[in-house]
């Protein structure tokens, strides 16, 4: 080869590496996350909770680089409306939100089946308790977290029966909701199947002290996605979508899936 092809062809690629570190640079992206066991924990521990886990293998397949930022949820569903490059894995789809935030065009994870959590020593006070409309028109009260969506169908038959309700900000930890619920600030919540489990099971504060009820109308799982802001650039948004049906296809994401069932 000629020397001044050669240079020509060395030139080129030093070029292209150059291109690719600062585009790396510029499009690291800033994962939004709030601690709720076992969707969310802290990243890279053995309990940084699965979405957290599916959202990094989804970024790294995609080859972007990322960052972890903590808060409070409802501050992080204003931030995810910022023009940065940011995401908010683990959504609920709502009419609302679709207004204002972009949607991954695959969803991530879909629970199971809607539960609901009791104080333990109250079990006989829901044993007549069958259905959704009999659990929201037993007077009894309900706690739920402020700008938090259970997905269509709870957040409907709320809307629908308007029980007694406690409106509550949780901050870094989801295990405060379920200390509010033993001392009685309200009667039960509304929980997904994977979190229901974790909270009866795995954590040591409540073991004993509640107790997981299920509703015989309850239909299959929320499905989770990912949001961006309106702004999110095209071209990371197919990488993206293009990881998230790849990463679904693969051994890892099966693993976690299956840690979650047999939890």
């Given at each position: 080869?000629?020397?001044?092809?050669?240079k020509?062809?060395?030139?080129s690629?030093?070029?292209?590496?150059?291109?690719?570190?600062m585009?790396?640079?510029?499009?690291?992206i800033t994962?939004?996350?709030?601690?709720?066991?076992?969707f969310?924990g802290?990243?890279?521990?053995?309990d940084?909770?699965?979405?957290?886990?599916?959202?990094r293998?989804?970024l790294?397949d995609?080859g972007?680089?990322?960052?972890?930022?903590k808060?409070?949820?409802n501050?992080?569903?204003?931030?995810a409306?910022?023009?940065?490059?940011?995401?908010?894995?683990?959504?609920?789809?709502?009419?609302?939100?679709?207004?204002?935030?972009?949607?991954?065009?695959?969803?991530?994870y879909?629970?199971?089946?809607?539960?609901?959590?009791?104080?333990?020593s109250d079990s006989?006070?829901?044993?007549?308790?069958?259905?959704?409309?009999?659990?929201?028109?037993?007077?009894k009260?309900l706690?739920v977290?402020?700008?938090?969506s259970?997905?269509?169908?709870?957040?409907?038959?709320?809307?629908?029966?308007?029980?007694?309700?406690?409106i509550?900000?949780?901050?870094?930890?989801?295990?405060?909701?379920?200390?509010?619920?033993?001392?009685?600030?309200?009667?039960?919540?509304f929980?997904g199947g994977?979190e229901?489990?974790?909270?009866?099971?795995?954590?040591?504060?409540?073991k004993?002290?509640?107790t997981?009820?299920?509703?015989d109308d309850?239909?299959?799982?929320?499905?989770?996605?990912?949001?961006?802001?309106?702004t999110?650039?095209?071209?990371?948004?197919?990488?993206?979508?293009?990881?998230?049906?790849?990463?679904?296809?693969?051994?890892?994401?099966?693993s976690?899936?299956?840690?979650?069932?047999?939890?």
């Open positions: 080869m000629k020397p001044f092809i050669l020509f062809l060395l030139l690629l030093a070029i292209l590496f150059c291109q690719r570190e585009y790396s640079q510029e499009t690291s994962i939004l996350y709030y601690e709720r066991m076992p969310f802290q990243p890279y521990t053995n940084e909770g699965f979405i957290i886990s599916i959202m293998l989804i790294d995609a972007i680089p990322y960052t972890f930022q808060g409070p949820l501050r992080l569903f204003e931030y409306k910022k023009d940065e490059l940011v995401c908010l894995p683990g959504v609920f789809k709502t009419p609302d939100r679709e207004l204002s935030y972009t949607y991954s065009k695959f969803p991530i879909q629970d199971a089946s809607p539960r609901y959590i009791i104080r333990q006989l006070s829901f044993q007549n308790v069958h259905t959704i409309k009999d659990l929201l028109s037993s007077k009260t706690g977290i402020r700008n938090y259970y997905g269509a169908w709870v957040d409907e038959n709320v809307k629908l029966y308007n029980p007694p309700m406690v509550t900000d949780i901050t870094d930890d989801q295990s405060n909701f379920t200390r509010m619920l033993l001392l009685k600030r309200f009667d039960y919540f929980a994977e229901s489990i974790y909270s009866i099971r795995v954590n040591p504060e409540t004993g002290l509640t997981m009820m299920l509703l309850a239909p299959i799982g929320n499905i989770r996605w990912i949001i961006f802001p309106r999110f650039p095209e071209e990371l948004l197919e990488k993206i979508n293009s990881s998230i049906e790849y990463v679904k296809r693969g051994v890892m994401y099966n976690i899936i299956k840690s979650i069932i047999n939890e």
